[in-house]
């Protein structure tokens, strides 16, 4: 064709191209030629005949040839006009523009199509590539050499075992093992063996069996024909200095969370589609049975204030800026979660060591109170001996009174056991009865540096200007000595001296003492030097400590011996009356640590001495003068 061309351009007079027919049919046959290159000869003719171009493409004479070629080129099936001899040169001119035409449009498009194959073939190729991986991923699975490797030392360590610690070995499993607190774990059953149970708030010092008594009666009540607790009721504990409250709300392991698809993450499934998804917390895992929470006084509040919602309704609501309810690709059990909120139906029982005033009135008002007591010496030696069973080990004699004058819980009689038991392991031979003696309880109470708890024992004689009061720090009761002492002065200018240490309130009790023992004495204590001392700097801060100050004052000015077996507490008016005071329990059970054998308390209080106390006698008294008549 470039050949043709470049001969019909080379032409330098445009007349003897007209004359020229042996060109045009030499032309028109390449024309011809080029056309049936260009669609391929069965599509030529399949052409020509749409057309109505066939018979003067097959035709002898020129002008009918080219009339047919025009027609073809052309696309034009209305084109029946035949040219004339002097039009052809022209024609064919142009005939030859649209060829070149068709030809430059035809290499650009196999070029692009040549192009996209490639990127196509390059796709392809990447596409299968990717199902084969998935393919091997779904037949093979997600494990290779290294996740193999590291999965056989998980299972090596795990036939690797201790033995179960101290703490699950002797770990009470029935209530009969709940040692010195019979009152308390009754009012516990009592609260939970019914069809309507209570939660509950359990107070009391640390180690004396809180927990254990929790778990033992879920066990016990569910054999109780009128419990709601089924066979599987679940007993789920957490310790309440853990749980924090997240204002985002992203997690909360107490209340539950949402994990948002672009924030928190989620399931692939859901993270594809935006659906958030909500995570139970402990409140509905504890569903249907008991959630305990140790330390609940320490709590956060904000938390704390979510909980006595949950306790209110029963259920736990979740929310997300990501849910849509009407989006068809939510789970129908995310929907539920959201539109109804997750059951949380459950008996809370809360632990704590601190007082009662300081916990949260609201968390008071929707829970029955269960007071567990300090441990007597007798309970610690049962509680040890106890022990020494599970262990299967002998016990020297003494050992378990030399342990419980050193504690008051259970929790640490044990540990001090386990340690004399570890001695008492590593010095005998296999196969030997292991026997723990004295010697190696001492050694375990002289390496923790430890003192005995009730240092302070009974004395049988009197002294004057000393007596023991009482106080209470917690849960717990001791016993206080204070002193008192009185110089006659020559110029009615007496000084009064009191500890510091003692508190403000305590103090105050003093002044009113003074008041007090002017009218029983008719002395005025200016005349004076008075100095009154609480051994060991304690502070009494209160009002307790009020009678034992005046008694003490009073048998210094008098000479007066006071009996050393008996304590006494009480607030003291300035008119001599004993008003009431806190703590009565706690207090009568720190004078029995100490083997007092009596205690004075205001009449008031004596709705406060337990029924079932023994082994001390409890009086009460209204006045300085009915004290008196008990301590001198």
């Given at each position: 064709m470039k050949g043709i061309l470049?001969?019909?351009?080379?032409?330098?007079?445009?007349?003897?191209?007209?004359?020229?027919?042996?060109?045009?049919?030499?032309?028109?046959?390449?024309?011809?030629?080029?056309?049936?290159?260009?669609?391929?000869?069965?599509?030529?003719?399949?052409?020509?005949?749409?057309?109505?171009a066939l018979a003067l493409m097959r035709s002898?004479?020129?002008?009918?040839?080219?009339?047919?070629?025009?027609?073809?080129?052309?696309?034009?099936?209305?084109?029946?006009?035949?040219p004339n001899k002097e039009e052809i040169p022209k024609l064919l001119e142009d005939i030859e523009d649209k060829i070149a035409e068709l030809i430059a449009k035809r290499s650009i498009e196999d070029r692009l199509e040549r192009i996209v194959t490639e990127k196509i073939q390059e796709r392809h190729e990447d596409y299968v590539k990717e199902i084969k991986i998935q393919v091997l991923q779904e037949t093979a699975g997600p494990e290779n050499a290294q996740?193999?490797?590291?999965?056989?030392?998980?299972?090596?360590?795990?036939?690797?075992?201790?033995?179960?610690s101290a703490a699950e070995v002797l770990r009470p499993q029935t209530i009969e093992e709940i040692i010195g607190q019979e009152s308390a774990v009754q009012a516990l059953l009592a609260k939970l063996a019914t069809p309507y149970p209570q939660h509950i708030l359990i107070y009391g010092p640390p180690g004396v069996?809180?927990?254990?008594?929790?778990?033992?009666?879920?066990?016990?009540?569910?054999?109780?024909?009128n419990s709601p607790f089924a066979k599987e009721a679940p007993f789920i504990e957490v310790d309440g200095t853990t749980l924090r409250w997240d204002p985002r709300d992203v997690t909360n392991p107490l209340m539950g969370s949402v994990h948002d698809p672009?924030?928190?993450?989620?399931?692939?499934?859901?993270?594809?589609?935006?659906v958030p998804e909500p995570k139970m917390g402990l409140v509905s895992d504890a569903h249907g049975g008991i959630l305990f929470i140790d330390e609940i006084g320490e709590m956060d509040s904000l938390l704390l204030n979510k909980l006595l919602k949950v306790l209110e309704d029963k259920r736990v609501t979740f929310d997300s800026s990501y849910y849509d309810p009407s989006d068809p690709s939510v789970p129908q059990w995310i929907k539920k979660l959201f539109d109804e909120g997750a059951p949380a139906d459950f008996v809370l029982i809360g632990a704590t060591t601190r007082d009662p005033r300081e916990l949260n009135p609201a968390l008071r008002s929707r829970c029955s109170e269960v007071f567990f007591v300090p441990l007597e010496p007798k309970d610690v030696q049962h509680i040890v001996r106890q022990a020494s069973h599970k262990l299967d080990v002998v016990l020297e004699d003494n050992v378990p009174e030399i342990i419980s004058e050193y504690v008051i819980e259970g929790r640490k009689a044990t540990s001090i056991l386990m340690d004399a038991y570890g001695l008492a392991r590593f010095r005998s031979s296999d196969g030997d009865v292991v026997k723990i003696t004295c010697a190696d309880v001492q050694e375990v109470l002289r390496s923790a540096r430890l003192t005995p708890y009730g240092f302070r024992k009974v004395r049988t004689d009197v002294e004057i200007g000393r007596i023991l009061g009482l106080g209470v720090a917690g849960f717990l009761g001791s016993v206080l000595e204070i002193e008192a002492i009185t110089f006659k002065t020559q110029d009615d200018k007496g000084t009064v001296r009191f500890n510091e240490t003692a508190g403000s309130m305590a103090r105050d009790a003093f002044f009113n003492a003074t008041s007090v023992i002017r009218e029983l004495t008719g002395e005025n204590l200016h005349n004076y030097d008075v100095h009154v001392n609480v051994?060991?700097?304690?502070?009494?801060?209160?009002?307790?400590?009020?009678?034992?100050?005046?008694?003490?004052?009073?048998?210094?000015?008098?000479?007066?011996?006071?009996?050393?077996d008996v304590a006494v507490t009480g607030e003291i008016s300035i008119q001599g009356s004993v008003k009431p005071v806190g703590g009565i329990y706690e207090k009568i059970f720190g004078a029995k640590q100490a083997n007092l054998k009596k205690v004075v308390i205001p009449l008031e209080n004596m709705v406060d001495v337990p029924q079932s106390l023994r082994g001390i006698e409890v009086v009460g008294v209204s006045t300085i003068e009915e004290a008196i008549k008990h301590v001198f």
């Amino acid at each position: 064709m470039k050949g043709i061309l470049t001969k019909w351009l080379n032409h330098t007079n445009f007349g003897d191209r007209l004359l020229d027919e042996e060109e045009w049919g030499r032309e028109v046959e390449a024309l011809y030629s080029l056309i049936s290159n260009y669609y391929g000869t069965d599509k030529l003719v399949l052409k020509a005949s749409k057309l109505e171009a066939l018979a003067l493409m097959r035709s002898h004479n020129l002008i009918e040839r080219v009339a047919g070629l025009r027609k073809i080129v052309m696309d034009d099936p209305t084109d029946y006009k035949l040219p004339n001899k002097e039009e052809i040169p022209k024609l064919l001119e142009d005939i030859e523009d649209k060829i070149a035409e068709l030809i430059a449009k035809r290499s650009i498009e196999d070029r692009l199509e040549r192009i996209v194959t490639e990127k196509i073939q390059e796709r392809h190729e990447d596409y299968v590539k990717e199902i084969k991986i998935q393919v091997l991923q779904e037949t093979a699975g997600p494990e290779n050499a290294q996740t193999l490797k590291k999965l056989a030392i998980i299972e090596k360590m795990n036939t690797i075992s201790l033995n179960r610690s101290a703490a699950e070995v002797l770990r009470p499993q029935t209530i009969e093992e709940i040692i010195g607190q019979e009152s308390a774990v009754q009012a516990l059953l009592a609260k939970l063996a019914t069809p309507y149970p209570q939660h509950i708030l359990i107070y009391g010092p640390p180690g004396v069996g809180k927990t254990s008594a929790a778990r033992v009666a879920l066990e016990t009540v569910k054999n109780h024909s009128n419990s709601p607790f089924a066979k599987e009721a679940p007993f789920i504990e957490v310790d309440g200095t853990t749980l924090r409250w997240d204002p985002r709300d992203v997690t909360n392991p107490l209340m539950g969370s949402v994990h948002d698809p672009i924030y928190q993450g989620s399931k692939r499934d859901l993270a594809d589609t935006g659906v958030p998804e909500p995570k139970m917390g402990l409140v509905s895992d504890a569903h249907g049975g008991i959630l305990f929470i140790d330390e609940i006084g320490e709590m956060d509040s904000l938390l704390l204030n979510k909980l006595l919602k949950v306790l209110e309704d029963k259920r736990v609501t979740f929310d997300s800026s990501y849910y849509d309810p009407s989006d068809p690709s939510v789970p129908q059990w995310i929907k539920k979660l959201f539109d109804e909120g997750a059951p949380a139906d459950f008996v809370l029982i809360g632990a704590t060591t601190r007082d009662p005033r300081e916990l949260n009135p609201a968390l008071r008002s929707r829970c029955s109170e269960v007071f567990f007591v300090p441990l007597e010496p007798k309970d610690v030696q049962h509680i040890v001996r106890q022990a020494s069973h599970k262990l299967d080990v002998v016990l020297e004699d003494n050992v378990p009174e030399i342990i419980s004058e050193y504690v008051i819980e259970g929790r640490k009689a044990t540990s001090i056991l386990m340690d004399a038991y570890g001695l008492a392991r590593f010095r005998s031979s296999d196969g030997d009865v292991v026997k723990i003696t004295c010697a190696d309880v001492q050694e375990v109470l002289r390496s923790a540096r430890l003192t005995p708890y009730g240092f302070r024992k009974v004395r049988t004689d009197v002294e004057i200007g000393r007596i023991l009061g009482l106080g209470v720090a917690g849960f717990l009761g001791s016993v206080l000595e204070i002193e008192a002492i009185t110089f006659k002065t020559q110029d009615d200018k007496g000084t009064v001296r009191f500890n510091e240490t003692a508190g403000s309130m305590a103090r105050d009790a003093f002044f009113n003492a003074t008041s007090v023992i002017r009218e029983l004495t008719g002395e005025n204590l200016h005349n004076y030097d008075v100095h009154v001392n609480v051994i060991g700097g304690a502070n009494i801060d209160g009002p307790s400590a009020g009678l034992a100050t005046t008694l003490a004052i009073y048998s210094a000015l008098k000479q007066q011996s006071i009996r050393q077996d008996v304590a006494v507490t009480g607030e003291i008016s300035i008119q001599g009356s004993v008003k009431p005071v806190g703590g009565i329990y706690e207090k009568i059970f720190g004078a029995k640590q100490a083997n007092l054998k009596k205690v004075v308390i205001p009449l008031e209080n004596m709705v406060d001495v337990p029924q079932s106390l023994r082994g001390i006698e409890v009086v009460g008294v209204s006045t300085i003068e009915e004290a008196i008549k008990h301590v001198f």
